[in-house]
């Protein structure tokens, strides 16, 4: 379970909310324009250790059948992962349009 | 059971948020909000986690997530406890995610009022060692030396001229139930903290060192790297504070080169060898100390 994109409301001055609070987890837009390089993932060299799971301060990788998956929405393009990626699965490529 | 990437929450609980790329300061909050897991309240005052996070409408937060002013975290936690107490639910954490100026700086004087008052409350203070939202003006916790807009490095003055105030030392002089320094280079260290603070009654405070790619001067890949290198050279140490004693987690046989630590910086770059050498030399007597009084 992770925060998901949804639909953009349009705010009027009358139908915002009147408390100073909202739904949690609403998200409306990406992160993915950020990136000029974008990591990605050798599965035959991944060993599905985590630790790009772990240190991802975006949390955009997840484990799906023991290999990293990487969420591009919402990646940015750090490199954290490849620098903590001991087996050197993760390599970074330049962004194409 | 010792937390680790196998048997962390594959729950993401702070995600699509804006921080720059690289942020140690995000990685700390997503990481402290997996182990505490859903039903966790978060109080974050003005500061990069707040600009970041709340977006309106964009929150993200999964779990409940509140701003507070600067100076009222600790206020507002004590607070969001004692309401959510009177209505009858126990199954909660009430957690404060505050950086260092929010925290040795503006919001110090809650910190102490809430921990006097025995609330049952985490603290946790991501230290990147400058108000990096505002663009990177020295607090109180920024180390010696280090460039800033306020502390500029000139031919005469080489940056901020004051040691890096000791919150841990100060937080845990409260008597508190539980103290701890963590850095995000070592996570699992971190994460095992948070889940100890988070089943003792009272309140807690977690120091973790979180880099600022922007305000360091590093790539924004190095945080993790940073963030090791600093307890690895001995200019941080990870430590704790319980039943009124202190203990040492890690102590490195040998130090890495804290030059080389430093010199990785761009806010560190004008040092002279003097300079670094009175860097080296505070932190030896800090390191003689800790190994002559603090248990390990």
Redesign the interface.
């Known amino acids: 379970m992770k925060p998901y994109i949804r639909e953009q409301k349009q705010f009027g001055l009358d139908t915002i909310p009147e408390d100073t609070c909202f739904e949690a987890g609403y998200l409306v837009t990406v992160n993915a324009g950020w990136r000029s390089i974008r990591p990605v993932v050798a599965a035959d060299k991944c060993i599905g250790c985590g630790q790009c799971y772990l240190y991802c301060p975006d949390g955009v990788i997840s484990l799906q059948d023991g290999k990293a998956v990487i969420d591009y929405d919402f990646c940015k393009g750090c490199g954290i992962c490849e620098k903590i990626c001991r087996p050197g699965a993760i390599g970074m490529e330049a962004e194409r349009k | 059971m010792s937390i680790?990437?196998?048997t962390?929450d594959?729950?993401?609980?702070?995600?699509?948020?804006?921080?720059?790329?690289?942020?140690?300061g995000?990685?700390a909050v997503?990481?402290a909000l997996k182990v505490l897991g859903e039903r966790t309240v978060a109080v974050l005052p003005a500061g990069c986690m707040s600009a970041v996070g709340f977006n309106?409408?964009?929150?993200?937060?999964?779990?409940?997530?509140i701003i507070s002013m600067f100076a009222g975290t600790a206020s507002m936690l004590t607070g969001v406890e004692a309401g959510l107490r009177r209505r009858g639910i126990t199954d909660f954490h009430a957690v404060g995610f505050a950086g260092d100026g929010g925290t040795a700086d503006i919001g110090i004087q809650a910190l102490s009022g809430a921990i006097d008052r025995g609330d049952d409350i985490l603290y946790i203070c991501y230290d990147n060692e400058a108000y990096m939202n505002t663009g990177i003006q020295k607090s109180g916790l920024t180390p010696y030396g280090a460039r800033t807009t306020t502390t500029p490095a000139g031919e005469h003055i080489h940056g901020n001229l004051r040691p890096k105030k000791n919150m841990f030392e100060i937080v845990a002089a409260h008597g508190i139930p539980y103290a701890a320094t963590a850095t995000?280079g070592y996570?699992p260290d971190f994460l095992a903290k948070v889940e100890k603070a988070s089943k003792i009654k009272g309140p807690k405070y977690i120091h973790v060192i979180a880099p600022c790619p922007t305000g360091w001067g590093i790539?924004?890949?190095?945080?993790?790297?940073a963030a090791k290198e600093i307890a690895d050279c001995g200019l941080w140490y990870l430590a704790e504070y319980e039943n009124g004693s202190f203990r040492l987690n890690r102590d490195p046989k040998e130090f890495t080169s804290a030059e080389d630590y430093l010199r990785r910086q761009s806010r560190f770059r004008h040092l002279t060898d003097e300079d670094i050498r009175v860097i080296i030399e505070s932190r030896d007597k800090k390191w003689e100390y800790i190994r002559k009084n603090w248990k390990q």
């Open positions: 680790s990437a196998k962390l594959t729950n993401e609980y702070f995600y699509g948020h804006k921080a720059c790329a690289g942020c140690g995000s990685l997503r990481a309106f409408p964009q929150l993200c937060f999964a779990n409940n997530a995000v996570l790539p924004v890949s190095d945080t993790v790297e």
